[in-house]
């Protein structure tokens, strides 16, 4: 074997798509406490990638790969519900998510994936003479995107129809707002992200070249707190930070 000294690379990649959208929707008042909605949506993406690695020795290599299309297709249904006049207001929704990838050498239907999502908002002051809203809201859904790159749909990876599924998250939040008579606004609130079938890849180095295998039954978690304070100077003018 051998050792060369101070060579280092660089890589760069650039991707280019061209992207189209359509929805459409529908909804109608149940009751003066109920709200239906629901609706599909569409789009269309062209997308082309490329890759360029240079080396000290002022080498330079370029992988262009093929040109792909990616439809996304979607539908969805949304339940508001308004009780006790008011004091508690429900979210409940469920949306079906599909994509089609395309080239010239391989066509890819992802698995279809139902997200069901709830958000409930509990409102005990209201009208104040200080304090002119408090509300705590508690959220859970289930949220997905596809996240496969260009560069790796290509059937030499041995993707098929219906064997890969978009990344997920199970995403969950509580929260405070109150409102001031005096225009504040503070918020606070938490939250918490279980990630299903994230997307990953791994390499096999005893093999030359490389064989890189991909997966999509990784896992992660991640969690935060957000903060704001808005302030409502007139009708023209409002600011606010946020952490």
Known sequence: G????????????????????????????????????????????????????????????????????????????????????????TELGLRLDHSWLFNDSLSLNTLPVFNPRLRLVFTPVRGGEAVSQLSFSLGSGLYSQLNLDTAYFDPVYGLKDFSLSPDRAWSSLAGAELETADGWKFSLEGYYKYYLNRFFITTDPATNPATLSLHTDGTGQSWGVDLMIQRQLNRWWDGWLSY
Do not use: I, M
């Open 2 to 89: 051998y050792t060369v000294d101070n060579l280092t690379s660089s890589n760069a990649t650039s991707q280019t798509g061209d992207l189209l959208q359509a929805k459409v929707s529908l909804d109608g008042q149940l009751t003066p406490e109920h709200l239906l909605a629901g609706g599909l949506e569409f789009s269309f993406q062209n997308l082309d990638w490329e890759r360029r690695s240079t080396t000290t020795a002022k080498v330079t290599t370029t992988t262009s790969f093929p040109h792909s299309r990616q439809t996304n297709e979607a539908a969805f249904l949304l339940w508001n519900g308004s009780f006790l006049q008011g004091l508690l207001e």
